[in-house]
């Protein structure tokens, strides 16, 4: 059933509704701000008695990083920085710069490391750091630029962005920490130290902004008019489910995807623009706000894609699944590459979306690490694609996610990452790997409490294929085990199949991360979703306040960026 856009009506009443989400934004922020203050004690103490301070500044600091992490840090990185009169925005503005600096002064050891005549190992560790750091920079950057309140206020879902890029530049600093595991010597052993304390200092500027803008409304610049699917996602078997709110240039894009006219054409037989889609991706304008659609025909491109962070919004559209197939085989055991950059296709442009096309890493189960896909950008979309290896298939890395009537394939962790990743009406299948091998479907990397990252599925298919079938008793199946402290995947209304052990979820290495973890799973269906014989740690979600926060509206805030030619279920 659709639903009915609540705010589409005359212009009095547009704009009555928007002096009343102004008015109740107003009030909003300065009930907060006497919050904050009254919490952190601004005002305690600021008399001239004994024991008293006049600097309320200093009290806001104290108290602040106190509900930090990492307080001892975040008192001696921001005193200087924190004058007599600091306001919460100030010192949240302050808490950023200082993270700024603490990692471009990161990123410029390891340039200096990398120039330093390392091995091949420890090199392509430091690739990938500096890849990172540059990641985590600009996040921080977009942060500086948005951390005011007048600017918070005044934006469609700022508060949202803000953390959400906070939360990303410290997954991208710690995996450029991550890189190094496993490798010895003085670069490695500095790395660690070095990127330790940034990682604290990382931690606080996102304490210090969520402690003081979480609770901020976002309010639109303008009333919605977009009219979203409601409650039950739709199966999308054909294009009759096409909803109306797609416009006719829309419609005919997804009706006649064939005789639509996209920017460029790749075919392998050269009837088209290029024979390679990277080609074509290298074509595109740097940072238009403009979508370039490339059109690539049915046919099999055995390549390495990368859409780079300056090329934005990028859509590649294909002939359908099993049709227009892009395929490799690199991989950490033989190629020489890092888990990082073994992925087929690496995202890195915002704004991506991809749809009709299937994504391979060919390397096998016996060579471990393996990816078919990295996303490290935000406000990526994949719709109507198979995503196919064996571990690791899919590294939803950093950033917000959607995934919407996707096959997803693999063996160990095979979701994985520290996104925040919304998969909606997919199959997702466990394969056959090494003999006697587990099969883990996810492993969520979450690092800190307050990162705004996870892996949600709703209404999902999980299976198994035909062939692990016939091999279920040798490959027990779990829906997930903890790579970080802080794992955060929830399973809600999806068919979980007779594939999972009773358990249902998997511990990493002993009691780690069992009592900070989040597993949750809400009104699932099927034999693998009976919870009665589940391990303690996990959690079986009862209040649909609670699962609503996992959904697509509310989780990844996709109503504002979906594309409309994306058929979605805003909540539950």
Known sequence: MMAMDPYDQTRHNVKRVRKR??????????????????????????????????????????????????????????????????????????????????????????????????????????????????????????????????SLLSKASSVDDLLTSLSSALTFHDTCIDGFEGISGTVSDKLHVEGGYAHKILSNALAVATIFFSQLPSLPHSIPVRRLLEETPQALDGDDSIPEWVSAAQRRLLQQKKNFTPNVVVAKNGNGDFKKIQDAIDAAPLKSSKTFVIYVRAGVYSESVVIPKKALNIMLVGDGIGRTIITGNKNVQQSGVTTFNSATVIVSGKGFFARDLTIRNTAGPENHQAVALRVSADQVVFYRCSLEAF????????????????????????????????????????????????????????????????????????????????????????????????????????FISDIIEPRGWLEWNGDFALSTLFYGEYKNTGPGSDRSKRVQWSTGITDKKVASKFTVKSFINGNSWVPQSVPFAAGL
Request: include cysteine; aromatic fraction near 6%; hydrophobic fraction near 40%.
């Open 21 to 150: 989400y102004f008015v109740i934004g107003l009030s909003s922020i300065v009930l907060v701000l006497v919050v904050v203050c009254l919490a952190v004690g601004i005002h305690k103490n600021s008399g001239s008695g004994k024991g008293g301070s006049s600097k309320g500044g200093v009290n806001l600091l104290q108290a602040t990083c106190q509900q930090t992490d990492f307080p001892q840090e975040c008192v001696s990185s921001l005193s200087s920085s924190t004058p007599d009169n600091a306001t919460p925005n100030d010192l949240a503005a302050s808490a950023v710069r200082v993270a700024q600096q603490q990692i471009q002064s990161l990123m410029n050891k390891t340039e200096e490391y990398l120039n330093s005549g390392v091995n091949a190992t420890t090199k392509a560790a430091l690739v990938d750091c500096v890849d990172n750091l540059d990641g985590a920079l600009d996040q921080l950057n977009l942060t500086i630029a948005s951390i005011d309140i007048k």
């Open 391 to 494: 571990q690791d298939t899919l590294y939803a890395h950093t950033l917000r996610q959607f995934y919407r009537d996707c096959l997803i394939m693999g063996t160990v962790d095979f979701v994985f990452g520290n996104g925040a990743a919304v998969i909606q009406n997919c199959t997702v299948l466990a394969r056959v790997g090494i003999p006697g091998q587990q099969v883990t479907f996810t492993a969520q990397g979450r690092v800190d409490k307050r990162q705004t990252t996870g892996l949600s599925f709703i209404s999902c298919k999980i299976d198994a294929t035909p062939e692990l079938r016939n091999e279920i008793a040798q490959h027990p199946s779990y829906l997930g085990r903890p790579w970080k402290l802080y794992s955060r995947t929830v399973f809600m209304k999806s």
